[in-house]
């Protein structure tokens, strides 16, 4: 069952990310040129949100393995530390406030001090 929960949510993840433009992962880090706010790009951010509260979630009920989580984390993190993702939070929270523990994990990710600065993670040739 854990493997087709797994696959499950690989897929899922696969197709978010195919209905993003390249020029979204491009500029998703620059604080200059934020996409601008539009139905289409608060669609796929709740799409976002979603599969990582479902994700977050199936972690905690141990459906999501300790080291598969901590694998997939620091992308999760960079992400939701990225300006795109800290300005569409403030407008998508209320819809997962029934689950009090993911918006902390998330508010606890946007707002932690020290965190470093984000880059543009390096591409290989």
Same mark, same amino acid.
């Given at each position: 069952?854990?493997?087709?929960?797994?696959?499950?949510?690989?897929?899922?993840y696969d197709d978010l990310l195919g209905?993003?433009?390249? &020029?979204?992962?491009? *500029?998703?880090?620059?604080?200059?040129? @934020? /996409?601008?706010?539009?139905?289409? #790009?608060?669609?796929?951010m709740l799409r976002y949100y979603t599969?990582?509260?479902?994700?977050?979630?199936?972690?905690?009920? &141990?459906?999501?393995? *300790?080291?598969?989580?901590?694998?997939? @984390? /620091?992308?999760?993190?960079?992400? #939701?530390?990225?300006?795109?993702f800290i300005r569409e939070w403030k407008?998508?929270?209320?819809?997962?406030?029934?689950?009090?523990?993911?918006?902390?994990?998330?508010?606890?990710?946007?707002?932690?001090?020290?965190?470093?600065?984000?880059?543009?993670?390096?591409?290989?040739?």
């Open positions: 069952v854990n493997t087709q929960i797994f696959l499950a949510l690989a897929s899922q209905s993003s433009s390249a &020029g979204f992962w491009a *500029g998703l880090y620059s604080e200059n040129d @934020l /996409p601008e706010r539009n139905s289409e #790009l608060t669609t796929w599969h990582l509260a479902l994700t977050f979630v199936l972690h905690e009920f &141990g459906v999501v393995p *300790g080291k598969l989580w901590k694998l997939n @984390l /620091p992308v999760m993190e960079r992400r #939701l530390r990225s300006p795109v407008f998508l929270q209320n819809e997962f406030e029934h689950l009090p523990e993911f918006t902390s994990f998330v508010s606890n990710i946007q707002h932690r001090k020290g965190a470093g600065p984000l880059s543009t993670p390096d591409i290989p040739n």
